[in-house]
């Protein structure tokens, strides 16, 4: 077979182990993206699946899991603070890490925010939510600063779900992206 025509995805000399290893970080996204936008929340459970399922990779896998999803949990921690994404999709992405590798889950990241970028675009300019958002920056911004205190961005009793995006979309379309232009390799 032609290897420029071969979808053979694996990543290092493991192969079989790291195969399985993506199609676990797939799935894992494709059924967080699916509850994301229906319930606009991912499940506690449904991620602690995925968790539990890397035990059985061994100890020396799972603590090289645990190390690289700690790092990219402390990373995405600011943006949940305040309240910029919430816990799901922090916890998602530290999966998505830990599963991916550093370099992996960071394109994969990486990718996933500028989706959500474009698409809040998109909102922003198609969905007459442009001026109103912009207002609510500024103030939001102002007043931290005004009062030094941490006061969320997002407050879904307050906004609702008109603005929002799920992320987790975005982040199975980052790991799309990032699989279909040999980023993990």
């Not at 994301?36 to 459970?45: C, G, L």
């Not at 994404?85 to 991916?100: F, N, Q, R, S, V």
């Not at 994969?108 to 207002?135: D, Y």
Request: charged share 15%.
């Amino acid at each position: 077979m032609n290897k420029r025509y071969s979808i053979k995805l694996t990543l290092r000399k493991e192969g079989k182990i790291i195969d399985i290893w993506l199609l676990e970080a797939g799935a894992m996204l494709a059924g967080a993206a699916a509850w994301d936008v229906f319930t606009h929340k991912i499940p506690n459970k449904w991620l602690l699946f995925w968790m539990v399922l890397v035990i059985f990779d061994g100890p020396e896998r799972f603590a090289a899991f645990l190390a690289v999803a700690a790092a990219a949990a402390c990373g995405t921690f600011l943006l949940f603070y305040f309240r910029m994404i919430g816990a799901g999709d922090c916890k998602l992405m530290a999966l998505t890490c830990g599963y991916l590798g550093i370099r992996g889950g960071f394109l994969t990241i990486a990718i996933g925010f500028v989706i959500g970028a474009a698409w809040s675009l998109g909102k922003l300019l198609f969905g007459g939510q442009g001026l109103q958002r912009t207002v609510y920056l500024l103030v939001w911004i102002r007043q931290t600063i005004r009062t030094k205190q941490r006061i969320p961005y997002f407050n879904i009793e307050e906004d609702g779900y008109g603005a929002t995006v799920p992320l987790a979309v975005c982040l199975m379309g980052g790991f799309l992206a990032t699989v279909c232009l040999g980023g993990l390799q």
